[in-house]
């Protein structure tokens, strides 16, 4: 019997939480979530999400996110299960002390941190002196609905025929200024989708011109798929990505993605995107061109991502994360 029936066989029971706002305007970090979730369930490990009113006991407490308000409950179930953290975080040298001492708080409770990519865990693990020894990569994917380019939806919008195409909620951190400036200098049309978490930053993006038309959070898949199939050019500018859901789900339905050099992109999409430097307006510019003049589908891109970022493999990753965590967890009560 190998490693992984075993776990199934004893009934593995998981806890998932994250930050108290998360689903209010829920991003990639909450498709991680859900999607863990669906995976592991199906292969037999009972997954709950935390419940504070009542809060039961598990084999494993996985927090997503770095969340400062969760320190009390993970200092709670840390002498109970094992702890696994998913930070979802990029440090930047800017982060005051403060914070930074925060989240090492929360960081420092876990056996094990699952990161997803190499580059964030090296990142991690210097800005806050960490042992590497603590991190797994755990690998972001495209849902299942994405394995096929079939598509039942009609929006029924005037949408134009040609359109810059980007999928991100909208917040300073997604760098849509620049985006907007540069299609605007480029006289393409932008359609966005996103939930607005900064409401005065989407009115502040109003103000800049050209033609752009966001059309809120859409969350059906077959509704992104028809976007995703005929955006000309994909493009994420964010300050950082690690490394953008949407992006990786965008190249599965064909688009030529243009996405930000800051994170942890070039470990997940290689030679099959183009990047940009988000603090450079021209480089934005300059590679959303290339590929809107370009005019080519990015088959080779989509048969690299259904091979490598499923949440299949997610799941084998954290399979072996809760396996190391338990033992790490069973080491240190026995101390």
């Not at 693990?125 to 299942?144: M, P």
Request: glycine share 6%.
């Amino acid at each position: 019997m190998n490693g992984r029936e075993n776990l199934v066989e004893s009934k593995m029971r998981l806890i998932y939480n994250t930050w108290p706002g998360a689903f209010l305007a829920p991003g990639g970090g909450e498709v991680q979530l859900l999607e863990s979730k669906k995976a592991l369930t199906g292969r037999g490990y009972q997954v709950e999400l935390f419940n504070q009113w009542s809060p039961s006991s598990a084999d494993v407490f996985h927090q997503f996110s770095v969340d400062i308000g969760s320190l009390t409950i993970l200092n709670h179930y840390k002498n109970r299960s094992a702890i696994v953290l998913s930070p979802i975080l990029w440090p930047v040298d800017a982060l005051p002390q403060e914070t930074r001492d925060a989240f090492g708080k929360v960081l420092n409770t876990a056996d094990v941190l699952c990161t997803n990519s190499d580059l964030e865990s090296d990142r991690i693990s210097t800005f806050f002196g960490i042992s590497r020894d603590k991190f797994f990569k755990t690998r972001n994917a495209v849902s299942e609905p994405f394995f096929n380019l079939n598509c039942q939806a009609d929006l029924g919008l005037n949408l134009p025929e040609e359109f810059v195409l980007s999928v991100a909620n909208v917040d300073q951190r997604k760098n849509y200024h620049t985006l907007r400036y540069a299609c605007r200098n480029l006289k393409y049309p932008l359609v966005t989708v996103g939930a607005i978490k900064d409401k005065e930053y989407f009115e502040s993006l109003s103000a800049i011109g050209g033609e752009w038309i966001h059309l809120g959070a859409i969350h059906d898949p077959e509704v992104l798929k028809w976007l995703y199939q005929r955006a000309k050019v994909f493009a994420l500018v964010s300050f950082f990505e690690t490394p953008g859901i949407a992006a990786l789900e965008a190249i599965s339905q064909t688009a030529p993605v243009v996405v930000t050099s800051s994170g942890s992109t070039h470990e997940y999409f290689g030679g099959y995107a183009r990047y940009c430097d988000p603090h450079n307006f021209d480089d934005v510019v300059d590679q959303i061109k290339f590929f809107w003049t370009n005019n080519q589908r990015n088959y080779a891109g989509r048969d690299y991502i259904l091979q490598n970022y499923t949440w299949v493999q997610c799941a084998d990753d954290l399979e072996l994360a809760y396996r190391q965590a338990i033992v790490l967890y069973e080491e240190r009560i026995s101390v």
